[in-house]
């Protein structure tokens, strides 16, 4: 017989609506969590829920992860329904920033840095503090960064910008929410097949070509599975660590 490694934990995954996330969504259900799928886009979480063995058990929640109230009514929508706040936490929502930086719009940067850097600041602050307001100690967070955050990919400076935040934010905040008994962790994707990037696409084909030792791009799941570890006690001993799950990917 195989254990669940999440049995019985609540778990809020943003950008649950659609590629990583969905992916995350469906093998931490595997793994015995209940699962808040959260996304700016109502129909995605809808669709994500009734992809799920037993929607009924799981709740889809409306969030936009780089507005604090949203956050916020997030967590309460939660605590409402299970009588506790999550205590596992996958950021995975994100958005692209492709163009030169020389004409890349000011509104642009700011909405990118707002979405992957800002929501997951918000998501990790409401998360512990829910958490220790219930007196809860046992989390874990995985924080969905990319490889272009420590390599910097060309013409992606905004979106590299922010993704290298969030693997600098990972360590720092790693180090100060173990003391609540919460590991926080950050997984560092290459090219993934997703509503974000498209085998379809000729400059993802070619960097496959090129640079992708492995030789094809990799599949949400992949990311879903080192998300679940990371989250399970597993990796008990994994604190603010920058995992790398890329095929050998060179940016
Ligand atoms: N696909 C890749 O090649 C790749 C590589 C490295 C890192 N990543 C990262 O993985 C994460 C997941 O991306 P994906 O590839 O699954 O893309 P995706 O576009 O399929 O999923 C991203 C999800 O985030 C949601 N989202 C966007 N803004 C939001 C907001 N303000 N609040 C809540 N939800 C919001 C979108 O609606 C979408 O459902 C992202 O952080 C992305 O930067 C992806």
């Given at each position: 017989?195989?254990?669940?490694?999440?049995?019985?934990?609540?778990?809020?995954?943003?950008g649950?609506?659609s590629g990583i996330g969905?992916?995350?969504?469906?093998?931490?259900?595997?793994?015995?969590?209940?699962?808040?799928?959260?996304?700016?886009?109502?129909?995605?979480?809808?669709?994500?829920?009734?992809?799920?063995?037993?929607?009924?058990?799981?709740?889809?929640?409306?969030?936009?992860?780089?507005?604090?109230?949203?956050?916020?009514?997030?967590?309460?929508?939660?605590?409402?329904?299970?009588?506790?706040?999550?205590?596992?936490?996958?950021?995975s929502a994100g958005v692209t920033g492709i163009?030169?930086?020389?004409?890349?719009?000011?509104?642009?940067?700011?909405?990118?840095?707002?979405v992957n850097?800002?929501?997951?600041?918000?998501?990790?602050?409401?998360?512990?503090?829910?958490?220790?307001?219930?007196?809860?100690?046992?989390?874990?967070?995985?924080?969905i960064?990319s490889?272009t955050?420590?390599?910097?990919?060309?013409?992606n400076?905004?979106y590299?910008?922010?993704?290298?935040?969030?693997?600098?934010?990972?360590?720092?905040?790693?180090?100060?929410?173990?003391?609540?008994?919460?590991?926080?962790?950050?997984?560092?994707p290459?090219p993934i097949e997703s509503g974000m990037v498209s085998a379809?696409n000729?400059?993802v084909?070619?960097?496959?070509?090129?640079?992708?030792?492995?030789?094809?791009i990799g599949?949400p799941?992949?990311v879903?599975?080192?998300?679940?570890?990371?989250?399970?006690?597993?990796?008990?001993?994994?604190?603010?660590?920058?995992?790398?799950?890329?095929?050998?990917?060179?940016?």
């Amino acid at each position: 017989m195989t254990t669940q490694s999440l049995q019985g934990r609540i778990a809020l995954v943003t950008g649950g609506g659609s590629g990583i996330g969905r992916a995350t969504c469906q093998v931490l259900e595997r793994e015995g969590a209940t699962v808040a799928v959260c996304d700016i886009k109502e129909s995605a979480v809808r669709e994500t829920v009734n992809l799920l063995k037993d929607p009924s058990k799981h709740l889809a929640v409306l969030t936009d992860v780089s507005n604090s109230e949203s956050v916020e009514s997030t967590i309460s929508a939660i605590v409402d329904k299970y009588k506790s706040p999550p205590t596992l936490l996958v950021n995975s929502a994100g958005v692209t920033g492709i163009g030169p930086m020389k004409s890349f719009k000011e509104e642009a940067f700011s909405r990118c840095i707002d979405v992957n850097l800002k929501g997951t600041f918000l998501m990790c602050k409401a998360v512990a503090n829910a958490m220790a307001k219930h007196k809860l100690n046992h989390g874990s967070f995985v924080n969905i960064a990319s490889i272009t955050g420590i390599m910097g990919l060309k013409d992606n400076s905004c979106y590299s910008g922010s993704k290298g935040g969030v693997i600098a934010f990972t360590k720092a905040a790693s180090k100060e929410l173990i003391t609540d008994g919460i590991r926080v962790n950050s997984i560092l994707p290459g090219p993934i097949e997703s509503g974000m990037v498209s085998a379809d696409n000729e400059i993802v084909q070619q960097a496959i070509r090129e640079r992708t030792p492995i030789g094809r791009i990799g599949q949400p799941e992949e990311v879903a599975e080192v998300a679940a570890f990371l989250l399970s006690d597993k990796s008990s001993y994994m604190v603010g660590s920058s995992v790398e799950v890329t095929g050998g990917y060179i940016c």
